[in-house]
């Protein structure tokens, strides 16, 4: 497919962009006092000359109250200066259009960061935040319009091309809009007219400061998929009005972080939001905004091309990729870094108060300091394994000048990632596998499948340098019962090595591979997501009864773990939502109970109440893995320079794999 459509310019109010390509809001932390830092800049500029048309910068705070010193602030005049020179500097550099989101967070801020109680539209507890806010006063609201506006004039003396107000995501105007946060009983409460008031009041202040001619926008949720809430429906009606107020685009995402639906997980279909935008497009005449899950370029030419949005967001994509525009424009598409949706680096780490990463771009956040250059003395390099580790160690030091061989002892390469892809809604995980394989073939390391390394060819090699990425194995556990030919490993199920599953299951540990093999195998009978759209297409069955075939598999599962939490290694946005389809799927997960003895026919466990005996004709055991890494103990140097990563060196992810393989490298 041609990339026609997001290529093609785009003209908001007066501001014309040169693609269709926008960087949404992405809070980084990269800050502690609320300037832009170096850091923050360092990251910036690298997404500008990646080739993105419209970036938009932030979110920035419009006030301290709805803020944390972790995100850049506008809410004093002492800001612009420096900003300004910043944003002179892209613009010479850059042909990008550089814009900014305002935002004020209400009852998502945190005392712990402000000092202050949050406030909000009703004194309506938050889940994020587990506090309280206090309910905004009249003399508030005027407050806080005013500082939208003068957030907005800064922005512009600062020489921002486009300002965003956030409306959505649970932010403050969005709690004023929904039913669920908003119980005001005065003329900003009650009926959708009242709750869209604020919001309105806003956009109007904002669109008086900053002139009829700049090009200004907001950012809406197109449902916030809260009980009570908003649905499209009453977010395209906003957006209606909002129109009627003077902006200018609607970038339309998903829902609020307490939202009962994945919203930018890998198991959330690319594009699947797409429908969002188009309910509000279908109301609106001004330039709409898709955005979630559209990192693949085909999936958003498509949606270009659907007529359902007018340009497409690319946040972390461009976390994973700042030259993704780039690339695609020129073709480059074997090159790209795929973001997989994983969250483990970005949002995942926000959520806990830590600095954006990414797992795939070990570079995020230290653009500035890690750079791959040209090795002065060029070092014959073998790796043993093919996993993320070895393949990324491989990668950096063939574009640092050495000449690089992998070896890999499987016929394909990738390691545990082919595992991790085996449990449901994270097939794109192989793209990790995918992307790190192109860019070595195209960078010319030297791969050698079906190869076992051993000491034998090291020692015959002499490289100067052995990196040992030779990953993990499971864990073998001594229980009475264990050998018993009923008992597999999960990693054999998770690689379709177990044909023979029966009916009553029990999975010994709850971590994230005990619980996404424990999904995998609830999944086997159930109908495939192409099967139940075809029977529901053609209403061959009622609607409850083709939704009773996609969480029924016809076994009894039950995954048991001496630990309290379950699934308790799997990053905070994921969580959820594996326990949630976990429990959709009928699998009992039962913590704090402990593996005895398997017998025949069932495991013998021991919980608070005492012993049970818990039917079982098939036991995986998942309870995790130890380091594979005798290449480097066996390895006689003689003058060959060791170094052991990834798993080998210590369990872990793929997160810790790549940034080793990178850092490792990039030290050559
Ligand atoms: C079920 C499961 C789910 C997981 N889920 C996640 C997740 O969601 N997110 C996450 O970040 N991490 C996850 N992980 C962990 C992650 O997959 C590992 O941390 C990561 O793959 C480690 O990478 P590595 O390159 O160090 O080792 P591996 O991926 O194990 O790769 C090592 C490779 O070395 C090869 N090898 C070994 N010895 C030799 C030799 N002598 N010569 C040649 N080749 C050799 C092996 O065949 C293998 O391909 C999961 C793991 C499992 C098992
Ligand atoms: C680390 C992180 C921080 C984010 N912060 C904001 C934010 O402050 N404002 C906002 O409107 N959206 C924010 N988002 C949402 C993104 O703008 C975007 O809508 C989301 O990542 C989905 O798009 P993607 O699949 O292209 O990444 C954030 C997302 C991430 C991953
Ligand atoms: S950490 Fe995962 S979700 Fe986040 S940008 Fe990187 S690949 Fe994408």
Redesign the pocket.
């Known amino acids: 497919m041609k990339f026609t459509k997001l290529f093609e310019p785009i003209t908001i109010n007066h501001l014309t962009i040169k693609n269709r390509i926008v960087m ?5 932390v990269y800050t502690e006092d609320y300037t832009f830092s170096s850091r923050f800049k360092a990251f910036y500029r690298e997404r500008a000359k990646g080739g993105v048309g419209l970036m ?1 910068i ?2 920035v705070a419009i006030d301290k109250v709805g803020s944390t010193p972790f ?1 850049p602030g506008l809410f004093d005049d002492k800001y612009i200066a420096p900003i300004h020179d910043f944003i002179i500097e892209l613009h010479k550099e850059t042909n990008a259009k550089i814009g900014i ?1 305002l ?1 004020q967070m209400g009852r998502y801020a945190s005392s712990s960061y402000t000092g202050m109680t949050p406030i909000a539209p009703s004194a309506m507890p938050s889940k994020l935040t587990r506090e309280v806010p206090l309910e905004m006063t009249i003399d508030d609201i005027e407050e806080i319009k005013e500082a939208f506006a003068q957030g907005a004039r800064r922005a512009v003396e600062a020489g921002f091309d486009y300002v ?1 107000i ?1 409306a ?2 649970g ?1 403050l105007i969005g709690e004023f809009l929904s039913p669920v946060t908003n119980l005001r009983t005065d003329e900003y409460g009650g009926p959708i007219e009242n709750r869209m008031r604020f919001g309105l009041e806003v956009i109007k202040k904002v669109r008086q400061v900053v002139g009829k001619d700049f090009a200004m926008g907001i ?1 809406v949720s197109g449902h916030d998929f809260m009980e009570g809430g908003h649905t499209n429906i009453e977010s395209a009606l906003f957006c209606t009005e909002a129109e009627k107020a003077g902006v200018n685009s609607i ?1 339309v ?2 829902g609020w972080h307490e939202s009962y639906i994945p ?2 997980t890998t198991n959330v279909p690319p594009g699947a939001f797409l429908y969002l935008a188009r309910g509000i497009k279908e109301k609106v005449r001004v330039p709409v905004f898709a ?5 693949d370029p085909l999936v958003a030419e498509r949606a270009l091309r659907s007529g359902a949005a007018d340009m497409i ?7 994973a990729d700042p030259e993704l525009p780039n690339k695609v424009k020129k073709g480059r598409l074997d090159e790209i870094v795929s ?1 997989i ?1 994983c ?1 483990q680096g ?2 995942d ?2 959520l806990s108060g830590f600095s ?1 990463c990414c797992v795939l771009n070990p570079r995020v956040g230290r653009e500035a300091d890690t750079e791959i250059k040209e090795a002065r003395v060029k070092k014959k390099v073998y790796v043993a394994g093919g996993g993320p580790a070895g393949m990324e160690f491989a990668l950096v030091a063939k574009q640092g000048g050495h000449d690089v061989t992998l070896y890999e002892k499987e016929e394909r390469l990738g390691g545990q990632v082919n595992l991790v892809a085996a449990s449901p809604g994270k097939k794109e995980f192989l793209n990790v596998v995918k992307s790190l394989q192109n860019r070595m073939a195209i960078s010319g390391v030297k791969i050698k499948s079906k190869t076992t390394l051993t000491s034998k060819m090291v020692e015959e090699g002499r490289p100067d340098v052995l990196a040992v990425a030779s990953g993990a194995r499971p864990i073998e556990i001594k229980v009475p019962g264990i050998t018993q030919p009923h008992v597999v490993n999960a990693w054999d199920v998770l690689n379709d090595m177990v044909p023979d599953i029966g009916k009553q299951v029990v999975i010994v540990g709850g971590s994230a591979t005990g619980c996404e093999t424990a999904l995998l195998v609830a999944s086997l009978g159930v109908v495939s997501p192409e099967t139940f759209t075809f029977l529901l297409y053609h209403s061959a069955e009622d609607f409850d009864r083709i939704r009773a075939l996609l969480h029924s598999g016809g076994r009894k599962i039950t995954v048991i773990d001496i630990l309290e939490r379950m699934a308790d290694n799997v990053g905070l946005s994921t969580r959820w939502s594996l326990i949630k389809s976990l429990r959709l799927m009928g699998v009992e997960l039962r913590p704090k109970t402990k593996l005895v003895e398997i017998t025949r026919d069932a495991v013998i466990v021991d919980t608070e109440l005492g012993k049970e005996s818990i039917p079982a004709d098939t036991v995986i055991i998942a309870v995790g893995s130890r380091s594979v890494d005798d290449l480097a103990r066996e390895v006689n140097s003689g003058g060959t320079e060791v170094i052991t990563i990834g798993d080998a060196k210590e369990p872990r992810k793929i997160t810790d794999a790549i940034r080793e393989g990178f850092d490792t490298a990039l030290k050559l």
Do not use: D
């Open positions: 949404p809001a992405m809070a980084l938009i932030g979110p995100m989101q935002m965003e956030l959505g995501g932010y950012r970038n995402t998903g919203q930018i955005s979630n899950r559209l990192g967001c690319w946040g972390r994509p461009l976390l973001c949706g969250n970005c949002f780490q926000l954006v």
